[in-house]
C-alpha cells in the first residue's frame, strides 16, 4: 500500500483514513472574485502528524452542478485546506442557502 509518495514511507499499519463534511449550510464560504468563492476545511480532527492525500467534491441540494473547482486542493496542511469554485451562483451566501458543503476523504499518518 502506497499512502502518500510525497514524503517517506511510514509503516502501512499507522496509515490512517479520516472522513468528514464542511456541513450543509454551515460552511464558511467567502467570496473571493466577481464569479468565485472558496472555503478552508477543518481536518484537525483526525489527527495527522504528516500532510494527507485529500480527495473531496462538492454536495448539495441545487446548482452545485454547475461548479468547477470542487475537487482541485490548495493549501494541504495537517489540519486544513482549501477549495476555491468558480460559482457566481454561490456568492453573497448563496452557497450555504443551496446547501452546498464539502465531502471529503484524508489518508495519512
Given at each position: 500500500m502506497v499512502v502518500s509518495g510525497e514524503e517517506d514511507l511510514r509503516e502501512e499499519r499507522c496509515a490512517k483514513v479520516c472522513a468528514g463534511t464542511s456541513g450543509r449550510g454551515a460552511t464558511n464560504w467567502v467570496d473571493y472574485s466577481s464569479n468565485g468563492i472558496y472555503a478552508d476545511v477543518d481536518i484537525s480532527k483526525c489527527g495527522f502528524v504528516t500532510i494527507p492525500t485529500v480527495t473531496s467534491s462538492l454536495e448539495g441540494t441545487t446548482s452545485h452542478w454547475t461548479t468547477t473547482?470542487?475537487?482541485?486542493?490548495?493549501?494541504?496542511?495537517?489540519?486544513?485546506?482549501?477549495?476555491?469554485?468558480?460559482?457566481?451562483?454561490?456568492?453573497?451566501?448563496?452557497?450555504?442557502?443551496?446547501?452546498?458543503?464539502?465531502?471529503w476523504i484524508a489518508v495519512g499518518y
Open positions: 473547482g470542487s475537487s482541485e486542493i490548495y493549501s494541504v496542511t495537517t489540519d486544513t485546506f482549501r477549495i476555491y469554485l468558480v460559482a457566481q451562483s454561490g456568492m453573497g451566501g448563496g452557497a450555504n442557502k443551496m446547501g452546498w458543503n464539502v465531502e
